[in-house]
């Protein structure tokens, strides 16, 4: 039984290597297509066209488009600050006090007014680095605040 089973093998091997065996004659008729498209390529003449360069005046003023910025609404009892205008920059939330209150000691020391706030539906702490009464000046403000507080988000006031 088992010499069947290898000679069938053997068999099985030889007949699939004898069968994908590439012809001559394949490799001469691609050869001999490729030179003839060569040899066509290289008869036609090269042309270059040259478009003259026309500088043109912008036609619109760019707009930063403040619509599509992402704000989370949410309402914020003021636990330390001045208090909050319509659009805030938040760059920490935390679960304890001592730790929302040692990031608003260092901003304060930055320069920032940082006031600390809380929001009792998440039972989070939220430092908020500067508040505006608009988006604009908000988003501006984020973007500059992302450079050291890569999290930093916008919240509006929900009063």
Do not use: H
Request: aromatic fraction near 8%.
């Amino acid at each position: 039984m088992k010499k069947i089973l290898i000679i069938c093998m053997g068999a099985c091997v030889a007949f699939s290597f004898s069968s994908c065996k590439s012809s001559e004659s394949a490799y001469k008729k691609a050869y001999e297509k490729a030179k003839a498209t060569e040899t066509v390529v290289a008869q036609e003449p090269q042309v270059t066209v040259t478009t003259p360069v026309v500088e043109q005046e912008p036609t619109a003023q760019v707009v930063d488009n403040y619509d599509n910025v992402n704000v989370r609404q949410e309402k914020l009892n003021v636990l330390d600050g001045e208090g909050l205008k319509e659009f805030s920059v938040v760059v920490g939330s935390f679960g304890l006090k001592a730790n929302a209150e040692s990031l608003m000691n260092r901003l304060r020391n930055s320069g920032y007014a940082a006031q600390l706030t809380y929001n009792a539906d998440r039972n989070m702490y939220r430092v908020v680095a500067s508040t505006f009464a608009t988006k604009g000046e908000a988003v501006s403000s984020r973007d500059a605040l992302r450079s050291q507080f890569a999290d930093a988000w916008l919240l509006y006031n929900a009063r």
